[in-house]
């Protein structure tokens, strides 16, 4: 049994991982921005570092991830990792995205270095596109329109289950075998936005397109949303990069830590059909 903080722990990944950590009979802490509101729960904001020392003291190991909305992702997780090393943390484990490690001085990727060159027992995830983006971010779109909007044209994305993230990361926080290694995770098919709009009608019965946008659609449409300019435009820019392809490449990253293949489109699109049918 380990002691393990979990940052981001009422979020898509945090909320699943904390799940898997307890039921496999590890001491969970979840960290919030939030007032707490159970006895596991810990106030804990990457902003202000407020609650930082108290939310690591005592742990073993540390899940991080900086929330959607920051672009200068380094400024809320070095700190993390400065205070995990000042308190002799066995692991800390970093959740951050396929292509990060593409530009050396991209501020995420800087996180990752930080925490390379910190001393202490690290891994480094990096999950390609979630599927959970589809009830999530791009649900608006298709409960009112019926449509994926997206500036994507016809690349394919190897999107992955958040579960199965949450599963590798379950594995590193709690094993030492692949210490210090970073892992680009992916779902085992690609898929375009078509293929994913025909499985999304194909499991609801409903008719769901995909609709390629020009990137200043989307863009106009984050910021009406009320994102921040910053946010929404790093959004566009990293789309862009889906467009020219790079989400493409799969790997077999979740069948090797995990001992099971990755979910399929379909698994996800039937364990979550309820969400396009309100
Ligand atoms: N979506 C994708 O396709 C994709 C692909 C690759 C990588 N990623 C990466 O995944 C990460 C997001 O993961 P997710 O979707 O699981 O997260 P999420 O569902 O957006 O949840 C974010 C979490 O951060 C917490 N949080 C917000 N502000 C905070 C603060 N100031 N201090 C501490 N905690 C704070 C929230 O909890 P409270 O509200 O309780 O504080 C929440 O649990 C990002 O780093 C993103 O770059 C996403």
Redesign the pocket.
């Known amino acids: 049994m380990s002691r393990l903080l979990v940052?981001?722990?009422?979020?898509?990944?945090?909320s699943e991982l904390a799940r898997q950590l307890q039921s496999a009979g590890h001491e969970v802490r979840r960290?919030?921005?939030?007032p707490p509101g159970s006895p596991d729960q810990v106030q804990?904001?990457?902003?202000s570092r407020q609650g930082l020392a108290q939310a690591l003291a005592g742990t073993d190991a540390a899940f991080v991830?900086?929330?959607?909305g920051h672009v200068r992702q380094d400024l809320l997780i070095n700190p993390v990792v400065d205070e995990a090393r000042n308190q002799g943390l066995k692991k800390l484990v970093l959740?951050s995205?396929?292509g990060a490690d593409a530009d050396d001085n991209a501020p995420l990727r800087q996180a990752e270095l930080h925490l390379e060159r910190s001393g202490l027992a690290w891994n480094v995830i990096r999950?390609?596109?979630?599927m959970q983006?589809f009830h999530t971010f791009w649900l608006h779109g298709i409960l009112s329109q019926g449509k994926i909007m997206l500036p994507t044209g016809q690349a394919k994305g190897s999107f992955i289950d958040?579960r199965d993230i949450a599963a590798v990361a379950a594995q590193l926080l709690t094993r030492h075998d692949v210490d210090n290694r970073a892992f680009d995770l992916t779902g085992s098919e690609a898929l375009d936005h078509d293929e994913v709009a025909a499985v999304l009608s194909r499991v609801t019965g409903r008719t769901i397109t995909y609709q390629d946008i020009p990137p200043q659609a989307l863009l106009d449409g984050l910021l009406q949303a009320g994102l921040p300019a910053d946010y929404a435009g790093f959004l566009v820019t990293i789309l862009g990069y889906f467009k020219a392809g790079h989400a493409e490449r799969t790997t077999d990253a979740v069948q090797t830590l995990t001992g099971r293949a990755p979910r399929s489109l379909l698994q996800y699109a039937q364990d979550h059909r309820d969400a396009w049918l309100e």
Do not use: E, H, K, Y
Request: no cysteine; hydrophobic share 50%.
């Open positions: 940052i981001g722990a009422s979020g898509t990944v945090g960290a919030t921005s939030r804990l904001d990457l902003s991830l900086a929330p959607p959740m995205a396929m999950p390609n596109w979630f983006n958040a």
